[in-house]
T-cell receptor, first 112, second 114 residues
Framework: DAKTTQPTSMDCAEGRAANLPCNHS???????VYWYRQIHSQGPQYIIH???NNETNEMASLIITEDRKSSTLILPHATLRDTAVYYC?????????????FGSGTQLTVLP | DVKVTQSSRYLVKRTGEKVFLECVQD?????MFWYRQDPGLGLRLIYF???????EKGDIPEGYSVSREKKERFSLILESASTNQTSMYLC?????????????FGEGSWLTVV
């Protein structure tokens, strides 16, 4: 699976949009972009995934650039409960589970 | 919503004890996984199963075994617990089709071996 690069940490004011970037310049055509988050002491929580079109669900929006070399996760109205480590992962759909590799992620801190 | 339930959140066991970690998923998923997560090492796959009674070794299977007698249940067994198995253990599941086959995780089980 392609490697991803994320900023180590970010802050966001409560109620504002949180925009979390991810670079995946070596992504291949059959790899999806997945986002998970992990709140301290809990298991990773799935947020959203996409291939090349922008995606939106009840939690977030995912914007993927046209060349697919980077993406942005958007939490439209961040709350204190959104404070977590956010992981951007690229993986082949149908690929073996061993290919789910979590990098260091971005520590998002939502400030009151 | 997908629900992956791990039976114990926090356990303390003695060296040499046999430890069972149970996991149940309610989405009729074919695939189930056990990972451990340690600071600085990320998530490491221990075992996974793509069908009842089927299992495959992950990256770090030594010291562990698994059991999948029913589709919804996947158990991790530490035959003789050791202190280096102190960790957070994560169970996960996914569907077997190609609709993104998103992997969903349980809340984790914190195991301390003393």
């Amino acid at each position: 699976d392609a490697k991803t690069t994320q900023p180590t940490s970010m802050d966001c004011a409560e109620g504002r949009a949180a925009n979390l970037p991810c670079n995946h310049s070596t992504i291949s055509g059959n790899e999806y972009v997945y986002w998970y988050r992990q709140i301290h002491s809990q298991g990773p929580q799935y947020i959203i995934h996409g291939l090349k079109n922008n995606e939106t669900n009840e939690m977030a929006s995912l914007i993927i650039t046209e060349d697919r070399k980077s993406s942005t996760l958007i939490l439209p109205h961040a709350t204190l409960r959104d404070t977590a480590v956010y992981y951007c992962i690229v993986r082949v759909v149908g690929g073996s589970a061993r290919q789910l590799t979590f990098g260091s992620g971005t520590q998002l801190t939502v400030l009151p | 919503d997908v629900k992956v339930t791990q039976s114990s959140r926090y356990l303390v066991k003695r060296t040499g004890e046999k430890v069972f970690l149970e996991c149940v998923q309610d989405m009729d998923h074919e695939n189930m996984f056990w990972y451990r997560q340690d600071p600085g090492l990320g998530l490491r796959l221990i075992y996974f199963s793509y069908d009842v009674k089927m299992k495959e070794k992950g990256d770090i299977p030594e010291g562990y075994s698994v059991s999948r007698e029913k589709k919804e249940r996947f158990s991790l067994i530490l035959e003789s617990a050791s202190t280096n198995q102190t960790s957070m253990y994560l169970c996960a599941s996914s569907s077997g089709d190609n609709s993104g086959n998103t992997i969903y995780f349980g809340e984790g089980s914190w195991l301390t071996v003393v």
